[in-house]
């Protein structure tokens, strides 16, 4: 999973297979890329995901409001950039397309999706695989299908009632369609 610009959501799974993402803080709005107000998050990253990884850096660098954060959120921000320039297109342009579904969020969409991000993390690692490959099917289907199959026999025996929650609760997120070419774990 890539841990691209603070989105805290089901690591870049739960609530949208969004913006893979998630280191789970509250970041500023603007983090997708150096402030420049007016700019959605990944605004910066798509226009510039096409040069050399050297002269993003320095784009960056130069850019003003980089240029005005503090040190730390710099350095923060290059290394992202450098985890960003590291994917594959297809990645860079699943995690853009996840950065620009979480940028139309509600702030109570988006602290919903935080919720079940938290919540999806203290499952064992294999319960979260589970969880992330059905979130990764329900998101094939429209709202209707997805209820059904949350409601399932089949769900009811893979899930505990508590996963099944945390599925329901992301199924009503709006969100991402999968990607053409990203495949839905066999389940």
Not at 2 to 16: D, E, Q
Not at 19 to 43: C, D, F, L, M, Y
Not at 76 to 88: D, E, I, V
Request: aromatic share 6%.
């Amino acid at each position: 999973m890539s841990r691209w610009i603070g989105v805290g959501v089901l690591g870049l799974t739960l609530a949208a297979s969004y913006a893979s993402a998630a280191q789970g803080n509250r970041a500023p709005k603007n983090q997708g890329h150096p402030p420049n107000q007016g700019h959605h998050a990944g605004q910066w990253l798509q226009q510039h995901r096409n040069m050399p990884p050297e002269q993003q850096r320095k784009a960056l660098e130069n850019d003003p409001g980089f240029r005005s954060l503090p040190p730390q959120r710099q350095q923060q921000l290059r290394n992202q950039l450098q985890r960003f320039s590291r994917m594959t297109p297809e990645q860079q342009s699943r995690t853009l397309n996840r950065m620009e579904t979480w940028e139309h969020l509600t702030p109570e969409q988006k602290g919903q999706a935080r919720g079940l991000y938290q919540r999806w993390q203290q499952l064992p690692p294999d319960r979260r695989q589970a969880v992330r490959g059905a979130l990764q099917t329900l998101r094939s289907m429209p709202p209707e299908a997805r209820q059904r199959a949350i409601e399932s026999d089949d769900y009811k025996k893979r899930f505990t009632p508590e996963e099944r929650n945390m599925l329901d609760g992301a199924s009503k997120l709006p969100l991402a369609p999968p990607e053409p070419n990203e495949q839905a774990p066999e389940e």
